[in-house]
């Protein structure tokens, strides 16, 4: 499943008067998973530094966040990543990687024990969500550098609603709204109201198929992550984020995931990413893909 909120329990603690709640205040830590050789786990910044480039994990054929193009590298996260590289004074390497089962396995294979066959870790992670919570469960990976905040949003067809008239999830039991197989989308719709808006749901292999369907008017609308619906979205689509009743949560932060043993690393990551949000370099990158630009809100 592509796009992923990361799914938490709720940390229930009695806060104490002009201090925040610790989300991790009820976390009782685990047995620690077997970690990998240190001759496969990231490296330390001064070793990076001399060899000259650095390593990064992108999911592939993911556009517009990367994705591959007569064999160049493109993509919001990979021109954050080149952004990050930059700072650090070194160049760019990327692994296309695909997304496994959850996102605790993703950061196993691709930040601290390495692929179950062969290869190797990477330095950085990009386009990993963040949340106080999940980061209690997962001591392996620190997740700093927090570019971005994405949420689900509709695309409709301005040829099938008027401008005053956009569609609702609840008109998903009539009309037909095209969804990526297995997506967040596709679970909330074929569950909401006891599967009452399940009828209208077209199911599509990626989100680019599900927009393709929307541009060529085979469905009325689609829903999924808002900046997908941005980059596929043809001359006769709008998109809105209405509210989502039942929906824990509708917009997740998204950011970075580096080894929990490279601080220094972690912290230039962070810096990286600091100054591409000061200085406009991340908005300009997604304004580039045509996507609008939603900063972290903390």
């Given at each position: 499943m592509r796009a992923r909120l990361v799914v938490c329990a709720t940390v229930l603690a009695v806060p104490v008067a002009g201090f925040a709640a610790d989300p991790c205040a009820d976390h009782v830590p685990q047995p620690k998973p077997q970690n990998a050789g240190r001759d496969i786990v990231g490296q330390e910044l001064d070793q990076i530094l001399e060899q000259g480039f650095m390593t990064f994990a992108l999911y592939s054929e993911y556009p517009p966040y990367s994705w591959?193009?007569?064999?160049?590298?493109?993509?919001?996260?990979?021109?954050?990543a080149r952004l990050v590289a930059e700072f650090i004074g070194v160049e760019p390497r990327f692994k296309f990687v695909a997304a496994g089962e959850n996102l605790e396995a993703d950061l196993r294979h691709n930040l601290w024990k390495g692929p179950i066959i062969g290869g190797a870790v990477s330095n950085v992670m990009m386009r990993v969500p963040y949340d106080s919570a999940f980061r209690c469960r997962v001591e392996q990976v620190v997740f700093p550098g927090q570019y971005h905040e994405e949420g689900v949003a509709i695309a409709y067809s301005t040829l099938a609603y008027e401008d005053d008239d956009k569609p609702v999830p609840a008109y998903f039991r009539?009309?037909?709204?095209?969804?990526?197989?297995?997506s967040i989308a596709d679970?909330?719709?074929?569950?909401?109201?006891?599967?009452?808006t399940a009828k209208g749901v077209r199911r599509f292999e990626t989100m680019a198929d599900a927009m393709d369907a929307l541009n060529k008017g085979e469905v009325m609308a689609a829903m999924g992550p808002r900046a997908q619906l941005e980059f596929h979205a043809g001359d006769t689509v709008a998109i809105h984020e209405p509210p989502l009743p039942g929906f824990s949560r509708a917009s997740w932060v998204l950011g970075t995931g580096v080894h929990f043993a490279y601080r220094p690393l972690a912290?230039?990551?962070?810096?990286?990413?600091?100054?591409?949000l000061s200085d406009g370099r991340i908005e300009a990158i997604f304004n580039a893909y045509g996507l609008s630009f939603h900063p972290p809100q903390w």
């Amino acid at each position: 499943m592509r796009a992923r909120l990361v799914v938490c329990a709720t940390v229930l603690a009695v806060p104490v008067a002009g201090f925040a709640a610790d989300p991790c205040a009820d976390h009782v830590p685990q047995p620690k998973p077997q970690n990998a050789g240190r001759d496969i786990v990231g490296q330390e910044l001064d070793q990076i530094l001399e060899q000259g480039f650095m390593t990064f994990a992108l999911y592939s054929e993911y556009p517009p966040y990367s994705w591959q193009e007569k064999g160049q590298a493109r993509g919001v996260d990979i021109d954050v990543a080149r952004l990050v590289a930059e700072f650090i004074g070194v160049e760019p390497r990327f692994k296309f990687v695909a997304a496994g089962e959850n996102l605790e396995a993703d950061l196993r294979h691709n930040l601290w024990k390495g692929p179950i066959i062969g290869g190797a870790v990477s330095n950085v992670m990009m386009r990993v969500p963040y949340d106080s919570a999940f980061r209690c469960r997962v001591e392996q990976v620190v997740f700093p550098g927090q570019y971005h905040e994405e949420g689900v949003a509709i695309a409709y067809s301005t040829l099938a609603y008027e401008d005053d008239d956009k569609p609702v999830p609840a008109y998903f039991r009539f009309d037909t709204v095209a969804v990526e197989n297995d997506s967040i989308a596709d679970f909330y719709l074929t569950s909401l109201g006891r599967g009452q808006t399940a009828k209208g749901v077209r199911r599509f292999e990626t989100m680019a198929d599900a927009m393709d369907a929307l541009n060529k008017g085979e469905v009325m609308a689609a829903m999924g992550p808002r900046a997908q619906l941005e980059f596929h979205a043809g001359d006769t689509v709008a998109i809105h984020e209405p509210p989502l009743p039942g929906f824990s949560r509708a917009s997740w932060v998204l950011g970075t995931g580096v080894h929990f043993a490279y601080r220094p690393l972690a912290y230039s990551v962070g810096d990286a990413i600091t100054e591409g949000l000061s200085d406009g370099r991340i908005e300009a990158i997604f304004n580039a893909y045509g996507l609008s630009f939603h900063p972290p809100q903390w």
